[in-house]
């Protein structure tokens, strides 16, 4: 840590450094591009990976917190702060040409904070519309409904976008730009369509059948959760996790509650993390088996996804009988988890791990197996290992291309580090990868649940947490893997009992980010295909 | 075997007989028989709904229909009635003549289409020299009613849908003749009722064995791909143009279009158990006379609609079955591995019965 | 005039007056035997063969899958031919949050319903916004742009729940008229003329 320290000081005199939760590295804004640069570049520093873009209004300025992870230096994060003062034309130098990721990254930001960030190639709106008035994630934002009603006229299709440019003088000037051409023959496909899996649009600029171009317009699910947690009190805050991405509800919960116990200095007791593990994988085994019917479904194949959800109920009756729901769990709570396991928990899952590796043979027989799915996975959605990095592709997408990102590896958690199972790496970098790597990872989950089951320790579910939870002034990151990648959470507290700040970085929001490189040259229907074993969830990327 | 012939002739020298003019008793006897067939076609369709919900189902570990009427055997009705009062939405900016025509189009060539099937002994309404000639000519048109609608609704899905469509049956259309001409040489006629005498000892495809079981399967795969079925349902392709051609279809209109696709498989399914499976003729083994016997006091009309049943039933197996196909997959299938193939069997079946090579 | 649903005993019903009054008001104008004979066909019908639009946004639409998987198969009702366009289905069902962004776009697929039509606001969020409704762009129910005819709580329903949804719509359906008298479609129209769009019926 002290190492980055003095390089990054020989690089940027300017900046200046607090310790925290991780390094905290604040940069003036005309420095920060060159150090964007070296952090990247420099060799001693390599941060390769840009795992969050946290916008933040401080009220005196507004700002960015970037927190950059190094592969190569064991996984390590340090959190840069590029603040500005100017409130009404507030201007970031982008980092889009550095990190790929950056690019709709940064277009949240501009969204929520109207930070505008210079050289940016297309600075739209990314989840409201464009007529949307006000920035509302700014303090001072007027929440006015009458100033936004409700909007029943359709929205225009918007091809213009803009672009700060800075010439070599340093003066920045507006550039507008088209994001299709005239001659461009766009399909609109969403934001109500079968296979976008919820309410994702995609604009697609098509030659014959071959995609030439994807726009990737979002927001039809954006409810802002994080404006509405910076209302609430933390405990209140947690339900909106199970809410974002469905599919990794317990991870996500996790995640949120281990960020606040960090903060807290909490010790959550062992029963209560074995439990969570435990839960977090059957989760991911739901999660992989909903993937699996609707990657079977997109492709036309019907039957698959019954057999898919067929298992899925299971493991979803191992959830109702703990949690009380099917979906939506509300499980995790900070300290620990709300209730004890039920008395049949250890017999459905001992009846689960039995019937899963049958199930997989089956999928395979039925699905993945015939000629003809292969035909459409293989070689489609070409993702190199290069890419997955700079887009920060994490989870079973990343892992298809070879990147080992696994962080139940990397920064391990709970009780991960205790346990033997694989991470799971195939190196096709298409489509077909990404969805063997989830099949496998049910055979992965399996094994850890096997681990468990019977060592589940006795003792307190939950730890003694104050009736009022308060957290200390300060910043905390935290990192869990969910079942489609990196699931991070981002707290900023001012000592209050509600938060001053708070941001999720889903990994499906950095999936849909490669949809375009994805699917350029492919035919249409290897869109969908794409989409489905890249397998997001619209409300993780909305929110 | 009964020959339902005799009825018919008696029932048209009835009507001569009550004295009226000869264009009359025509008249007659044409509206008798296109209420008939009206009938028979929903009646039909409604049943192969049914059939495909409750196939779809079991292969699903499902029940399918089981709450309208006994085991749902209500259910089509009630769709039908739902789609006969709903709405017909008719666009701004489309072609409204051609819109409206397409359905049309689609449905004329089906029922046509069935009209020439051959049901039965002597339950045959027109004895063409060139009939499958005919009906592969009129499951043509029904391409252009596909075409129609995918360009007349104005809208970027139908039209990618439709053009696929062409291209597809276009491509596979090939294929499906020649598997039909390779029989045809076979037999050496094109008329349907001397195609299903000639297989009154053995079917087509045990005398052909190997050319008739190649161009067997053949028409299968092919006949598949002309009615739109999965894996080649690219043109509807639910996931990818939320429903193909017919998107912009509402209220009856789409039900034409839904009929004719449940009719279409019928009728594929009609015309390989016609040309390989014997039509209405029963299962005759030579020398086995008991056996034959037996089999010759099923009606006619019970063996054809079995074995139409049965292939209709192989169809729908693949199409529950087996994802989709992409275009270029498909395309590529037809012209390069199926119209070789079955160009090179029907010079073989030549060899064949040139040589005599064949029971 | 009784309704009855399979396998649903009335008494089941019975706390949905909603249901009642309408059967009185309609009877209160009362119907021709051809008609009304007509009309119990026509809406016997269309109360079975209930095809949804996908229009799934959130949970509730994964549940909304279980619904059509094996073990609740919803095509026990006849309600599994799932239609992607909206020309060819009969009730679009609200599956999850609808922010502002969305309305247009769900009140434009209403548009694009062919009538018969209906609406069920399945989940908390479509019916009331559930724990979104303080957000700055969510649409506090879908009641505030279309005219909802049954609401299903639960974050997300048990499929059951939808199920008992789905019953209570088609027993809706069953009192309507279809030819003349007291009919729906006057109340579709009056609620559009207290919601209107700036640019007047979209579609």
């Not at chain 1, 200046?16 to 001693?44: H, I, M, Q, R, Y």
């Not at chain 2, 990618?160 to 090939?174: H, K």
């Not at chain 3, 039509?117 to 399945?122: D, E, L, M, P, S």
Request: charge should be neutral; glycine fraction near 8%.
């Amino acid at each position: 840590m002290s190492d980055f320290k003095e390089i990054i000081s020989k690089i940027c005199s300017s900046a200046t450094f607090s310790e925290g939760d991780t390094l905290l590295v604040t940069v003036p804004e005309k420095d920060w591009f060159p150090l964007a640069k070296a952090l990247k570049e420099n060799k001693d520093l390599d941060f390769d990976v840009l795992s969050a873009v946290v916008g933040m209004d401080w009220k005196d300025e507004l700002g960015v917190i970037y927190y950059l992870t190094s592969t190569s230096h064991d996984w390590a994060v340090i959190s840069v702060k590029v603040a500005v003062a100017d409130r009404k034309e507030p201007m970031i130098h982008s980092v889009s040409s550095l990190w790929k990721v950056a690019n709709f990254q940064e277009r949240e930001v501009y969204d929520f904070y109207g930070i505008k960030f210079i050289n940016h190639p297309d600075m739209r709106r990314f989840f409201l519309r464009n007529d949307w008035k006000g920035y509302p994630l700014r303090k001072d934002y007027d929440a006015n409904p009458d100033l936004n009603p409700i909007p029943l006229d359709d929205e225009k299709n918007e091809d213009d976008t803009v672009s700060y440019v800075e010439d070599a003088k340093g003066k920045v000037k507006a550039v507008p730009g088209k994001v299709f051409g005239e001659d461009d023959y766009v399909v609109n496909i969403g934001p109500q369509h079968p296979s976008t899996h919820g309410v994702m649009r995609f604009r697609a600029s098509v030659d014959g059948e071959t995609v030439r171009k994807v726009d990737v317009v979002s927001g039809y699910i954006h409810r802002g959760i994080e404006k509405l947690s910076e209302g609430l009190t933390y405990p209140q805050i947690l339900h909106f996790t199970d809410r974002m991405d469905y599919m990794s509800a317990h991870q996500n919960r996790h995640c949120l509650c281990m960020c606040i116990e960090k903060a807290l200095g909490l010790e959550v007791p062992r029963r209560a993390q074995v439990i969570r593990v435990m839960m977090d994988e059957l989760m991911r085994i739901s999660s992989h088996l909903l993937s699996f019917g609707c990657t079977a479904m997109d492709l036309g194949a019907t039957t698959a996804f019954f057999y898919g959800f067929r298992e899925r109920e299971m493991v979803l009756d191992i959830f109702e009988k703990t949690c009380g729901a099917r979906m939506s769990m509300n499980y995790n709570v900070i300290g620990g988890v709300i209730a004890d396991l039920h008395p049949d928990f250890r017999k459905d899952v001992h009846h689960l791990l039995e019937v899963m590796p049958k199930a997989l043979k089956e999928y395979h027989t039925v699905f993945s197996g015939n000629i003809i799915a292969m035909n459409r996975l293989k070689k489609v959605g070409y993702l190199s290992k290069e890419d997955a990095v700079n887009y920060d592709i994490t989870g079973p997408s990343g892992r298809g291309s070879n990147w080992s990102c696994d962080c139940r590896k990397k920064h391990p958690y709970a009780v991960y580090s205790e346990l033997d199972f694989d991470e799971v790496l195939l190196d096709g970098c298409d489509s077909y990868s990404r969805y063997m790597v989830r099949m496998r990872e049910i055979e992965q989950s399996c094994r850890i649940l096997a681990q468990l089951v019977d060592n589940i320790p006795e003792g307190d579910i939950r730890a003694q947490v104050p009736k009022i939870i308060k957290l200390p002034a300060g910043r905390w990151y935290q990192q869990v893997e969910a079942s489609r990648g990196t699931f991070g959470v981002y707290i900023e507290s001012d000592g209050q009992k509600n938060p001053y700040r708070v941001h999720f970085q889903s990994p499906c929001f950095n999936l849909v980010g490669v949809m375009d490189l994805t699917c350029s040259g492919y035919m249409i229907a290897d869109l969908i295909t794409i989409g489905a074993a890249l397998d997001f969830v619209i409300p993780d990327i909305d929110r | 075997m009964f020959n339902f012939g005799i009825w018919t002739s008696e029932f048209n020298n009835w009507l001569l007989g009550l004295g009226i003019a000869d264009w009359l008793v025509v008249l007659i006897e044409c509206v008798i028989i296109a209420v008939l067939v009206l009938g028979t076609y929903t009646v039909l369709a409604l049943f192969y709904i049914l059939y495909e919900r409750k196939l779809c189902a079991w292969f699903q570990c499902r029940l399918g229909p089981m709450r309208v009427g006994k085991w749902g055997v209500m259910q089509v009705f009630a769709d039908m009635f739902k789609i006969l009062v709903k709405e017909l939405i008719c666009l701004k900016n489309t072609d409204r003549f051609l819109f409206k025509l397409a359905p049309y189009l689609v449905i004329i060539s089906s029922v046509t289409m069935l009209a020439c099937l051959p049901w039965g002994r002597g339950l045959q309404i027109i004895d063409y020299n060139i009939g499958i000639f005919f009906i592969l000519a009129v499951s043509s048109v029904g391409v252009l009613g596909i075409l129609l609608a995918g360009w007349a609704s104005n809208n970027k899905y139908t039209l990618i849908g439709a053009m696929r469509s062409g291209a597809q049956m276009i491509s596979y259309e090939i294929s499906l003749g020649l598997a039909i001409i390779t029989i045809v040489v076979f037999a050496g006629t094109m008329n349907i009722t001397e195609l299903v005498w000639a297989q009154e000892k053995t079917w087509f495809i045990f005398r052909g064995h190997i050319p008739a079981i190649i161009a067997f399967l053949i028409y299968v795969v092919a006949a598949t791909a002309e009615t739109n079925r999965g894996p080649f349902d690219l043109p509807e392709a639910e996931h990818e143009l939320t429903a193909g051609y017919h998107t912009e279809y509402s209220g009856i209109h789409f039900g034409f279009f839904y009929l004719a696709e449940y009719l279409n498989l019928f009728i594929v399914s009609g015309i390989a158990s016609l040309m390989f499976l014997g039509g209405w003729m029963p299962l005759h083994i030579p020398g086995w006379g008991g056996f034959n016997a037996v089999m010759d006091y099923i009606p006619s009309v019970v063996w054809f609609l079995g074995k139409a049943f049965f292939i209709s039933y192989v169809i729908i197996w693949f199409k529950w079955t087996f994802p989709r196909v992409r275009i270029d997959q498909m395309l590529a299938f037809e012209w390069k591995y199926l119209m070789p193939l079955s160009l090179a069997n029907l010079l073989l079946m030549a060899v064949f019965v040139a040589l005599g090579w064949h029971f | 005039m009784d309704v009855k649903i399979k396998s649903m005993k009335h008494e089941d019903f019975k706390h949905n007056e909603y249901i009642d009054k309408l059967v009185e008001e309609l009877n209160a104008t009362g119907a021709n035997v051809v008609v009304g004979n007509f009309d119990k066909l026509i809406n016997w019908g269309i109360s079975n063969s209930l095809w949804p639009l996908c229009f799934g946004t959130s949970c509730c639409a994964i549940e909304f899958m279980s619904l059509g998987a094996a073990r609740y198969d919803m095509a026990r009702f006849g309600f599994e031919v799932a239609r992607n366009s909206p020309r060819q289905a009969d009730y679009i069902m609200v599956q999850g949050t609808i922010v502002h962004r969305m309305a247009p776009v769900l009140r434009r697929l209403y548009e694009q319903l062919a009538e018969p039509k209906y609406v069920i606001a399945c989940g908390g969020c479509a019916v009331s916004g559930g724990p979104f409704k303080n957000s700055y762009c969510v649409v506090p129910g879908v009641e505030k742009i279309l005219p909802v005819d049954v609401f299903i709580p639960g974050c997300p329903p048990r499929p059951e729940a939808m199920f008992y949804g789905l019953m209570q719509l088609q027993r809706k359906i069953k009192v309507q008229k279809f030819f003349g008298g007291v009919n729906r479609k006057e109340k579709i129209d009056e609620f559009f003329a207290k919601h209107p769009s700036e640019k007047g019926q979209i579609g």
